[in-house]
C-alpha cells in the first residue's frame, strides 16, 4: 500500500512557475494513482520549507542539500519533453509512495 506524499513545488519566487507547474504535478499523480498533497515554495526558502516534505521538485536547478528526493520539473515551464517529464516523475512518485 502507498502513502500519501507531501511534495513540495520551488520556483524564483514562490508564486508563478511552481503554481503552473503543480498543476501538471497534481496531474501526474492522479494519472499514477499517487495522493499527494502538494505545495509551493520559493527557490529560497525551499531548504526550510522541504523539512518533512517526501520530495521537493524544482524549476530552477537547485545545487543545495535536502532531506528527500529532489527532481527538476522545468519542462512542465518549457514545454520542451513534457511528456518525458511526466512518465519520468510519474515513476520517481511511484518508488517514494511504495518505499
Not at 7 to 34: H, N, P, Q, R
Amino acid at each position: 500500500m502507498s502513502k500519501k506524499l507531501k511534495i513540495m513545488v520551488a520556483c524564483g519566487s514562490g508564486v508563478a512557475t511552481s503554481t503552473l507547474a503543480s498543476k501538471t504535478v497534481e496531474d501526474v499523480c492522479k494519472e499514477y494513482g499517487i495522493e499527494a498533497s502538494i505545495d509551493t515554495c520559493s527557490m529560497r526558502s525551499v531548504a526550510d520549507e522541504a523539512r518533512g516534505c517526501d520530495a521537493v521538485l524544482t524549476t530552477n536547478k537547485y545545487e543545495g542539500e535536502l532531506n528527500c528526493p529532489v527532481m527538476s520539473v522545468t519542462p512542465f515551464i518549457t514545454g520542451i519533453r513534457v511528456n518525458k517529464k511526466k512518465e519520468e516523475l510519474g515513476k520517481f512518485l511511484t518508488e517514494i509512495a511504495n518505499d
